[in-house]
């Protein structure tokens, strides 16, 4: 951020050298001149800014998806599911009072209802660390995975692209479980344990702030929803994308 401070300053005294220069030799048409020049170093100076506060907010997502970059996976099943039931009670599906509101939402169910469904059982490989204590960027969340084509490009701040037209993309992840002392146990239900997945006496999964995180190689048990032109899919989590996951016909 110094820098940025540093190169703003360096063109405000080189905007006012110019008018001043520019003036000395042209007179008003010079004022005029440096009126234009000035607007474009203003136009460049916020373009500038943009991209600075833009890798600044981008900074802690790529280091908590650093976790799994180059991670790899190996896919245990993939099976056929049968539609599940739309979650209507989620998000004020039910409002009739909101045409827009409905409306959008008949839409959603309809994409949700024509999707290929399947349970998905995949294991995720972090790639190998050098050791050490756990830090919380070395914990990954799995509900904070995504499922997207095969060809789509990584995540970047002026990514407009919404993966196929559709605004869940290739792939919903209607579900996700983690297997956890010969279980799978839904991820959301996880709590904070040291290794992933110990519990307390009570058999509970402790609580605190890396609440539903784990850390290293994890099997899961995803309930996707594919659409139907989409037959390779990959893992992407924050800015990194990992692994190929053939869809059956």
């Known amino acids: 951020m110094l820098q940025l401070f540093a190169i ?13 220069a520019l003036y000395e030799f042209l007179g008003w048409k010079g004022l005029a001149l440096a009126f234009v020049l000035n607007l474009a170093a203003i136009w460049f100076g916020i373009i500038l800014v943009g991209k600075a506060i833009g890798t600044l907010i981008a900074g802690p997502f790529k280091a908590k998806g650093r976790v799994l970059e180059n991670a790899s996976i190996e896919t245990n099943s993939i099976v056929a599911a049968a539609v599940p039931d739309y979650p209507r009670d ?18 959603d169910q309809a994409d949700f209802e024509n999707r290929r469904w399947y349970t998905l059982d995949v294991t995720v490989r972090p790639a190998a660390s050098g050791g050490g204590e756990c830090t919380p960027f ?9 499922l997207v084509h095969i060809d789509k490009l990584p995540m970047s701040l002026d990514d407009d692209d919404d993966d196929g037209g559709d ?5 919903r992840i209607h579900h996700t479980a983690v ?4 279980a799978f146990r839904p991820a959301d239900d996880l709590g904070s344990a040291r290794d992933g997945d110990a519990e307390d006496e009570d058999d509970e999964f402790d609580d605190g702030e890396l609440f539903g995180k784990v850390t290293g190689e994890q099997r899961l048990r995803l309930l996707i929803g ?4 989409a037959d ?8 990194e994308q990992f692994g190929r996951v053939d869809v059956p016909r």
């Not at 405000?12 to 001043?20: K, N, P, R, S, Y």
């Not at 989620?90 to 839409?107: L, Q, T």
């Not at 297997?179 to 010969?182: E, L, R």
């Not at 390779?232 to 800015?239: P, S, V």
Request: proline share 3%; aromatic share 14%; charged share 20%.
């Open 8 to 20: 703003l300053a360096l063109l405000l005294l080189l905007a006012i050298g110019v008018t001043v």
């Open 90 to 107: 989620s998000s004020g599906y039910d409002d009739e009072d909101d045409e827009d509101m409905a409306g959008y939402c008949r839409i």
């Open 138 to 146: 070395q914990h990954w969340q799995p509900t904070g995975l995504e």
């Open 167 to 171: 605004e869940y993309g290739a792939c």
């Open 179 to 182: 297997w956890a002392n010969g």
């Open 226 to 229: 594919v659409l139907p032109n």
């Open 232 to 239: 390779t899919l990959k893992f992407a989590y924050y800015f």
